[in-house]
């Protein structure tokens, strides 16, 4: 599709007008002065093509007035060949109408003519805004995107003016955008931002689902509460039924007992109220018999006193003659009474007085001796036995101590045989554990390493320890690094067996770049120093074939790994021979294990023994733990029991120490008594000699005082005699009156025992009496006791029939408790005891039988919860697998952006390189991703230029001073320059077949060398017709580059703008 014609009418300043383009390999140049409307032409091409970059009101002719309507048409003519040429007529036309009446919108048309004559075209189709059969200006740009493959935006067939030169002055982001646009890495890029709403989505799903399922546990752990809660309420019912049941049931039972026991007593009572009043009538028959016998005493009482009173006169009689008699005698006694007494006193003769005080004075002197050596003694086994009550109490606290301590060893030494057997058992222990532990650590190293090896058979990411640290340290210096397993695999059909031939070589890593630093001895090879000779996708005859879902570069990285395994299979070294490397300097055998890394059934396989391997291994291990732990409680115990073992054996060994102080105490007890005895002795007899001693120590006093009465007497003998005489007269005298005495004291006491018996009778009636009436307060107290009795047994009946009720009540309410307290044995225990348990088990079965907000459906609503919060923990799983899964294909699609982008900038950049080199300037393109305070992914393609032989380091072109000012940055040509190669690199990367392209201000910063130098590299790198629009004079070498060339005039007098041809002559 080349353009051959453009005809346009209405617009700006310009009449009808029309450009002659034609020939495909012909380039038009469009000069003139600024403000002349050369943009304008390249306006109606865009309008003309429905470019959303041109304002069709900005069109509009400025030489009509406000109530005039516009007009306009533009018609652009293409021819259809080269190497866009599309299945249609020669010659297609494509044209706008636009009117607007005064004050309307402006109303379009487009059309599209076709045919094979330039001048007979046809009408094809018409497309208006609204049209009712889809015929509307979506469906016109449509047919120009993939009918005609021509529309201007799309395939950027018109660079409108600065365009082409604002590359290198627009911010990084934005050049990155119109690059993405152009190479429609767009698409990729809007694909990995849903992918990434679509993770973010996820993971609010899968916060909401989280947040959700919190919710729900709580719920369930509110509804687990209700459940126990529910279950504890059961509990107390059954308990306190059962309970309050049993003790009902024992107070029924005891009530009933005692209510018999009180009936039994009350016939006993009554049985004894007979005898009470038995004896009553008895009382009575006594009281009149002894009242009988007191009247007749009374009267005997009466002789007696008759017969008293006579004797009392006779003596009175004898008491004055008597008292003559002792005047005399009392008068005699007067001047010797106090001697006479003494006198009539003495009981021995003189002589045997002396006699005796004599031997009174021996016998006290001899047992004064006697006491002083008994109390000796006494104080002697006193302090001896003192001294064996300390000894003895020292004896019995060790004694005692040593038995308490005895059991204890003796226990200990009950559980061990002895410390030898323990410490023996201990060692064997303490071998077993460190054999154990071992076993345990080697099962546990084993196991993680299974679990490591299917964690990267499960991410399908097989690498040897090896080739991670290798992975490890190249990602440390920015290198790129893959295994081999990455890009090779073994054919499907291939044995596994194969996979040994590859043994030498399979842990390969393989890096993208020139040189790197190796770690440690695996293969490093560098993959840009691979240059197969031919693309390769497999090599069947070793059974192996390229990785599938590679990318590009991946797929490209793939034919050098295999060419480079190829070269081992040649007659050059090193080779592959017998499994084994063979080169030059040596031999070498396997890299790692014996494994397969290669072979997907191999892995298969590998993963089903792996997971059956770690099920085992995790039950050995749980078997070992469990083990270990109970050795290691076993040893701790023993370990600290062997200290133990060891004093209780030497404390029972001295059995015998212990034995002997038991002798000891017997010993000392029983001297300990002998001395109790023989102090006990010792302080007797001095009891009896002190006893003795006083004793006579009173005979010795009272003979001397018989002595001195002695000596008195032989003074006053005479009146002694006469005294003595009275004496016996007044002695005779009273002897008769003491008969009369006695006669009177008969009576009297006659009088006396009569009266005795007088109060005896009367006692014994007060007694009677006494008995009456307490045989009548007995008889009441029984009646009392009766009543009381008869009421308790009525109060016992209505306690009986209450807790019969209560039982019977309880019964209607909980009958298989009731049943089950009967069932079981009675409760023997005090009836306070029970009445107190009742209350307890009646008020706490009432409260927990009328307890608010206990759910009787708690159980089930639990397991119902419990149902759905296992749901939701699927639904939670799913979520989260759903979030991995848009996260990994978020990173796939990243992956897919960053590989499409990097190969885009990769061609760009070495295009760019290209061309800037041609004018001594070094140059990169480069991308790179942000992050914006949004956390939004942002994406900047950076120019950097730097003329050949700088030490400078690169800069973008955009960058510039702050505040306006100057002296930074690149000058204006080098960014007009970077700028138009740079998009020369862009159109030329384009996959689009396009004839032709418009270029505004192409040429206006370029100096004339570079302008001539950058058309030419245009017109031989794109291969298109250029249509060029300058303002600029240029020289004529310039000017020989266009076939033809169109100046626009404007006349400022006129307002009228006009377009003149010139055909240039080439030279």
Same mark, same amino acid.
């Given at each position: ?45 865009? +309008? ?14 400025? /030489? ?15 021819? /259809? ?39 007979? !075209? ?39 003016? &600065? ?16 690059? $993405? ?41 509110? +509804? ?51 005898? %009470? ?18 009247? #007749? ?107 308490? /301590? ?134 069947? /005859? ?38 084994? !490397? ?52 076993? @040893? ?6 062997? #200290? ?68 008195? @007497? ?24 003491? %008969? ?151 990173? &796939? ?25 041609? @004018?001594?300037?070094? $140059? ?60 020369? $690199? ?6 689009? #077949? +396009? ?8 040429? $206006? ?63």
């Amino acid at each position: 599709m080349i353009p051959w014609r453009l005809r346009y009418s209405g617009i700006r300043d310009y009449d009808a007008e029309e450009m002659i383009l034609e020939n495909a390999d012909e380039h038009i140049l469009i000069t003139g002065p600024n403000g002349a409307g050369k943009s304008t032409i390249s306006f109606c091409m865009g +309008a003309v093509l429905r470019s959303s970059k041109v304002e069709i009101e900005g069109l509009k002719s400025q /030489n009509i007035s406000e109530d005039e309507t516009w007009r306009a048409a533009i018609h652009f003519l293409f021819k /259809n060949e080269g190497l866009s040429r599309i299945d249609g007529p020669l010659f297609i036309e494509f044209r706008l109408i636009c009117e607007q009446p005064p004050k309307q919108p402006i109303k379009l048309r487009y059309e599209v003519h076709d045919g094979d004559e330039m001048e007979q !075209l046809e009408l094809r189709q018409t497309y208006r805004s609204g049209d009712a059969n889809k015929n509307n200006l979506s469906a016109y740009k449509r047919e120009l995107q993939f009918k005609y493959k021509i529309h201007p935006d799309l395939y950027y067939l018109i660079w409108y003016q &600065q365009e082409v030169n604002q590359f290198s002055v627009m911010a990084p982001e934005e050049r990155f955008r119109i690059f $993405s646009e152009m190479h429609g890495i767009d698409r990729i890029q809007k694909d990995w931002e849903t992918s990434l709403e679509i993770v973010k989505e996820a993971r609010e799903a899968y916060v909401i689902a989280t947040n959700q399922q919190k919710q729900h546990e709580f719920t369930l752990s509110v +509804a687990r509460n209700n459940k126990d809660r529910f279950k504890n309420n059961q509990k107390r019912i059954v308990e306190n039924g059962v309970l309050f049941a049993s003790t009902t049931y024992a107070l029924q039972l005891g009530a009933e007992n005692e209510r018999k026991e009180v009936e039994k007593y009350i016939e006993e009572r009554k049985l004894e109220l007979e005898e %009470v009043d038995d004896q009553a009538q008895e009382f009575v028959g006594k009281l009149e018999e002894k009242n009988s016998n007191t009247q #007749q005493l009374q009267e005997k009482q009466q002789e007696v006193g008759e017969l008293l009173e006579e004797s009392k006169v006779q003596a009175n009689e004898q008491e004055e003659k008597i008292e003559e008699v002792r005047e005399e005698v009392d008068t005699l006694q007067s001047e010797l009474s106090t001697l006479q007494e003494a006198y009539s006193k003495l009981p021995y003769p003189e002589v045997e007085t002396r006699n005796r005080l004599a031997a009174a004075n021996d016998q006290v002197e001899t047992l004064t001796r006697k006491e002083e050596q008994l109390k000796t003694l006494t104080d002697k086994a006193g302090h001896s036995i003192e001294e064996y009550r300390q000894r003895e109490s020292k004896l019995q606290a060790t004694i005692e101590q040593w038995e308490e /301590n005895s059991q204890i060893h003796t226990e200990i030494m009950n559980r061990y045989l002895s410390s030898y057997q323990l410490e023996k058992d201990l060692a064997d222990l303490n071998h077993s554990l460190q054999e154990r532990k071992q076993l345990l650590e080697q099962k546990q190293a084993e196991h993680r390493i299974f679990k490591d090896e299917l964690a990267m058979l499960e991410k399908n990411q097989i690498e040897s320890e090896r080739q991670q640290e290798a992975i490890r340290h190249m990602k440390e210096q920015n290198i790129k690094a893959f295994t081999l397993r990455h890009f090779i695999k073994l054919m499907d059909r291939t044995p596994i067996e194969n996979e040994r031939l590859f043994d030498t070589i399979k842990y390969t890593i393989f890096y993208d770049a020139a040189s790197c630093q190796p770690i440690n001895d695996l293969y490093h090879v560098s993959l840009k120093k691979l240059i197969p000779n031919r693309v390769i996708i497999d090599l069947p /005859n070793l059974g192996l074939q390229m990785q599938e879902g590679l990318s590009q570069k991946e797929q490209n990285h793939a034919t050098r790994v295999l060419w480079w395994i190829e070269q081992f299979f040649t007659s050059e070294q090193p080779t592959i021979q017998k499994n084994w !490397l063979v080169d030059t300097r040596g031999t070498r055998g396997p890299q790692e294990r014996n494994t397969y890394i290669l072979s997907k059934r191999a892995l298969e396989e590998r993963k089903k023994f792996l997971i059956r391997k770690i099920e085992e291994m995790q039950k050995e291990i749980d078997t070992l733990s469990l083990q270990s732990n109970e050795d290691n409680e076993t @040893f701790r115990v023993w370990n600290a029991d062997v #200290q133990k073992v060891r004093e209780a054996e030497a404390f029972l060994s001295l059995k015998a120490d212990q034995q002997y102080r038991i002798e000891q105490l017997v010993q000392l007890k029983t001297e300990q008594i002998h001395l109790v005895v023989q102090k006990k002795e010792y302080e007797t007899e001095t009891k009896e000699i002190w006893k003795e001693k006083i004793k006579q120590e009173g005979v010795v006093s009272v003979l001397l005082e018989y002595l001195a009465v002695y000596e008195q @007497f032989g003074q006053h003998s005479e009146k002694i005699e006469r005294l003595q005489k009275q004496q016996q007269l007044l002695k005779h005298l009273k002897q008769e009156l003491i %008969v009369l005495r006695n006669k009177v004291e008969a009576y009297e006491d006659e009088l006396d025992r009569l009266q005795d018996s007088l109060r005896q009778l009367q006692r014994e009636i007060i007694d009677l009496k006494d008995q009456a009436e307490a045989n009548q307060r007995t008889k009441k107290q029984i009646a009392n006791q009766l009543s009381e009795k008869e009421d308790e047994r009525i109060a016992l009946s209505k306690d009986e029939t209450k807790q019969k009720e209560q039982l019977n009540d309880l019964r209607l309410l909980v009958p298989e408790l009731v049943d089950q307290a009967l069932m079981e044995e009675q409760l023997q225990e005090s009836k306070y005891t029970l009445t107190v348990k009742q209350n307890q088990a009646m008020v706490g079965f009432e409260n927990a039988r009328n307890e608010q907000g206990i759910d009787q459906n708690a159980i089930e609503n639990f397991l119902t919860l419990e149902q759905e919060v296992l749901r939701k923990e699927e639904e939670l799983h799913s979520a989260k697998n759903l979030l991995e899964e848009n996260e990994e294909r978020a990173i &796939q699609n990243e992956h897919r952006l960053e590989t499409a982008i990097e190969m885009q900038v990769t061609k760009i950049n070495l295009l760019f390189q290209q061309y800037m080199g041609e @004018f001594q300037f070094e $140059s990169q393109i480069k991308f790179e991703k942000f992050t914006d305070k949004k956390d939004r992914p942002v994406f900047k393609l950076f120019i950097y230029v730097r003329k050949e032989g700088h030490l400078g380091k690169f800069e973008d072109v955009s960058l510039k001073a702050r505040g306006g000012r100057v002296g930074k940055g690149v000058s204006g040509g080098e960014e007009s320059l970077s700028s138009l190669l740079f998009a020369l $690199s862009l159109l030329q990367n384009l996959e689009n #077949q +396009a004839g032709f392209i418009v270029l505004d201000e192409f040429d $206006s910063a370029l100096d004339e060398t570079r302008k001539a130098t950058v058309f030419k590299m245009y017109a031989n790198k794109l291969q298109r017709k250029l249509i060029i629009l300058s303002p600029k004079a240029h020289d004529n070498d310039y000017y020989n580059q266009f076939s033809k060339a169109f100046i626009i005039s404007h006349d400022p007098k006129e307002m009228k703008s006009k377009v003149r041809g010139v055909q240039i002559r080439k030279k």
